[in-house]
């Protein structure tokens, strides 16, 4: 596999501000993600549950980028393997993906802040529509991923209640806007604060998902992360065909993960007791 590692400079440029921006990192393959990503919701009836997107609320299909032969491949590619090894290590865990049609804003939050195990988690971020400030671009407030510190602390409190704390609307607060093209891959760890404003009713997305991998002491937190699945009624942390056409290469970053998930099809089955419908994020 030739490498495509990321330098110092990149990674010290992660550590400090918990984002990366890849302009055109995926250009060549472009048309054919796009095709492999309509593919996945024509299977899923075109939206959330197998009804078609209405356009009035999020639409998420999970286990995304599983369910295709194309798309599992993009964590074979190594542009996108090296930038998980770079942060997280050659044995980092692929802990599954979503595809996503985005409606309207997305208030500020944090996919994990400072849980699962305290390892690092980083999202991959795929956009397949041109995206501006105004238009439902990422929007990331740089830094707010460093746990413990009083500034990331406070936007960790206060960030979502920014009218009542701040006096300031949530596309009013200070952020940097990370506008993209097609082709155009983003990286940004889980703890830090991001939203989206302004976006149409059809905005396409998709996000792969790792981590660290984690050591023996903390198989409970991968536990526990894993059956966060439930809601989605998923019975296995993978769908079958990622699995299917793993190399061996691929199953170092699957194995962890198919050795930890056997408690997931239990929780799910309560959940969909509990629940009208699998979750929207």
């Not at 991923?145 to 500034?151: K, N, S």
């Not at 199953?251 to 969909?272: F, I, T, W, Y």
Request: proline letters at 4%.
């Amino acid at each position: 596999m030739t490498t495509t590692r990321l330098t110092p400079q990149q990674l010290a440029q992660f550590d400090t501000f918990g984002y990366l921006g890849f302009p055109g990192l995926l250009a060549d393959k472009a048309d054919a993600i796009i095709d492999a990503f309509g593919a996945v919701w024509d299977m899923h009836g075109g939206g959330h549950n197998g009804k078609p997107h209405d356009g009035k609320a999020r639409s998420v299909v999970v286990q995304f980028l599983d369910q295709s032969e194309y798309l599992c491949t993009l964590l074979d590619d190594p542009r996108i393997h090296d930038i998980a090894a770079s942060i997280l290590g050659d044995d980092f865990n692929y802990m599954g993906s979503d595809g996503n049609f985005y409606v309207g804003d997305t208030r500020w939050h944090s996919d994990g802040y400072g849980g699962r195990g305290g390892l690092k988690h980083i999202k991959i971020a795929f956009y397949l529509d041109p995206l501006t400030r105004d238009t439902g671009a990422l929007r990331v407030i740089p830094g707010s991923h460093r746990i413990g510190d009083v500034f990331s602390e406070q936007l960790q409190r206060d960030a979502a209640k920014s009218e009542d704390i701040w006096g300031i609307s949530g596309n009013q607060v200070p952020a940097l806007a990370l506008e993209t093209q097609l082709g155009d891959v983003l990286v940004f760890n889980h703890d830090i604060k991001h939203s989206a404003w302004g976006g149409s009713t059809h905005r396409r997305m998709f996000t792969m998902n790792c981590c660290q991998r984690y050591p023996e002491s903390k198989l409970s937190d991968l536990r526990d992360y894993i059956g966060g699945g439930s809601r989605f009624f998923i019975e296995r942390a993978y769908d079958n065909t990622i699995v299917r056409t793993a190399n061996p290469e691929r199953m170092v970053h699957l194995e962890q993960v198919l050795a930890n998930d056997g408690h997931l099809a239990e929780l799910s089955r309560k959940r969909r007791i509990d629940m009208s419908e699998p979750a929207r994020g």
